[in-house]
Nanobody
Framework: QVQLTESGGGLVQAGASLRLSCAVS????????IGWFRQAPGKEREFVAA????????MYLDSVKGRFTISKESAKNTVHLQMNSLKPEDTAVYLC??????????????????WGQGTQVTVSS
């Protein structure tokens, strides 16, 4: 059984940094991808970043490139999302998710079959 536990959200001012963490258990497939998504009130869930289980490949939403970095801490089976230079438009609930049998289209929401509970990120101007 795959389980995901997110942590690290909070309230910060514009320009600040936050690091989100997603502890993953129950993953056994090398084709697995871990993704971060976000959902603001009244908006659809949006892809933010993803990383392969091996850590060899990453993908980012264009608007976060250069500001966000996704990484995998293999010893702890934890995926981090380092978010720098935060903007008010980054405000959302951030969720991590697992796609056990990735086709390589890491941005596709519907490909992910396990989801965490989400953590709130609020950026004030």
């Amino acid at each position: 059984q795959v389980q995901l536990t997110e942590s690290g959200g909070g309230l910060v001012q514009a320009g600040a940094s936050l690091r989100l963490s997603c502890a993953v258990s129950g993953v056994t497939f090398s084709s697995t991808v871990i993704g971060w998504f976000r959902q603001a009130p009244g908006k659809e869930r949006e892809f933010v970043a993803a990383i392969t289980w091996s850590g060899s490949s990453t993908m980012y939403l264009d608007s976060v490139k250069g500001r966000f970095t996704i990484s995998k801490e293999s010893a702890k089976n934890t995926v981090h999302l380092q978010m720098n230079s935060l903007k008010p438009e980054d405000t959302a609930v951030y969720l991590c998710a697992v796609d056990r049998f990735s086709s390589g289209q890491m941005y596709r929401v519907n490909d992910y079959d396990y989801w965490g509970q989400g953590t709130q990120v609020t950026v004030s101007s």
